[in-house]
């Protein structure tokens, strides 16, 4: 449901790709890896949680390259700290407020975008 929701508040502004569980979430960066600009990560997830997810994405070193949103109902500072330190650079909170969840893709797809760019030119 929680998917459903998001990806009503984003579908005429972005491509999305939507998985069921974190085991599939590290497959898709497998397959896409740097090609993906952005995660809305769940913290919970059937047969992976996000922190599961985020710890895979830090042995990778896809966390470097993959700029990860948590969302969840949790809202104590544990969680939340727990996030930031496997590299989520934002947290959304559920219920959504469809004006901030726009607003945080927005800007932290931007900054990725100018990264990304900025990156390409000093190479």
């Known amino acids: 449901m929680n998917r459903s929701i998001l990806v009503d508040m984003l579908e005429d502004e972005y491509e999305i790709m939507e998985v ?17 600009s952005l995660l ?18 830090n042995e990778h070193r896809w966390i470097d390259d993959i700029p990860v ?7 104590g500072g544990a969680y939340i700290d727990r996030a930031y330190d496997l590299g989520a650079i934002d947290y959304i909170s559920r219920p959504f407020d469809e004006r901030t969840v726009k607003h945080r893709v927005s800007s ?7 990264q990304k760019e900025m990156s390409q030119m000093l190479s």
């Open 20 to 36: 069921e569980n974190g085991v599939e979430a590290v497959a898709v960066m497998e397959k896409y890896g740097v090609d993906l």
């Open 40 to 57: 809305l990560l769940d913290i919970v997830m059937p047969e992976m949680d996000g922190f599961g997810v985020l710890g895979v994405m």
């Open 69 to 75: 949103i948590m969302i969840s109902a949790e809202t």
């Open 108 to 114: 932290n797809f931007l900054l990725t975008v100018k």
